[in-house]
């Protein structure tokens, strides 16, 4: 059962070992948010230990996979949550979190 893609992702089972993790913003060009990324870590947590081998990670839409941070949200934090904010996306993003 894939999870709502409020948060700008969906997170689908497509077999037992198989998960898909899709960006899904695709008008902001699939722009990380703070949700994006918390959703991509508690995925990681929960896949842990689970019969899944494989997280594909891919965007919707036709223009692109990802553009990165969503700069939007970051004129809208104060320097230290944004100081936070990457901090956080370079420990749980994409090959920062290898798993075994």
Known sequence: MPTPAADGFE?????????????????KLNALTKAMLDGLAAALDSLEGSRTRVLIITGSGDRGFCAGTDLAEIRGIPAPARSAKNTMARERSFGCRARR
Do not use: K, Q
């Open 11 to 27: 997170l689908s089972p497509l077999s037992d070992d198989v998960t898909l993790f899709r960006l899904d913003r695709p008008a």
